[in-house]
């Protein structure tokens, strides 16, 4: 996704089985490549593994600009 992926929509580099396309192609993202499962992460089951990356893609989503709070004033 050459302008990086919105939190919340699907990977279009994603099989049909849930598998990187781009693994293992110098065409991985950086963040993709730099992301290493662990226990924590992967969890016992599958659906574990999808509730700790949702919340990490959710604490990591930018906040939109109109939700920053207030302009600064030019005082």
């Given amino acids: 996704m050459p302008s990086g992926k919105p939190a919340g929509v699907?990977?279009?580099q994603l099989t049909?089985?849930?598998r990187c396309a781009l693994f293992g192609d110098a065409r991985r993202p950086a963040v993709c490549r730099s992301?290493?499962?662990s226990d924590a992460m992967c969890g016992t089951d599958r659906q574990a593994?999808?509730?700790w990356l949702k919340a990490l893609e959710a604490a990591t989503?930018?906040?939109p600009a109109n939700d920053a709070g207030p302009p600064l004033s030019a005082s």
């Fill in 10 to 12: 699907r990977c279009i």
């Fill in 16 to 18: 049909a089985d849930d």
């Fill in 35 to 37: 992301l290493a499962p």
């Fill in 49 to 51: 593994a999808l509730v």
């Fill in 61 to 63: 989503r930018p906040v």
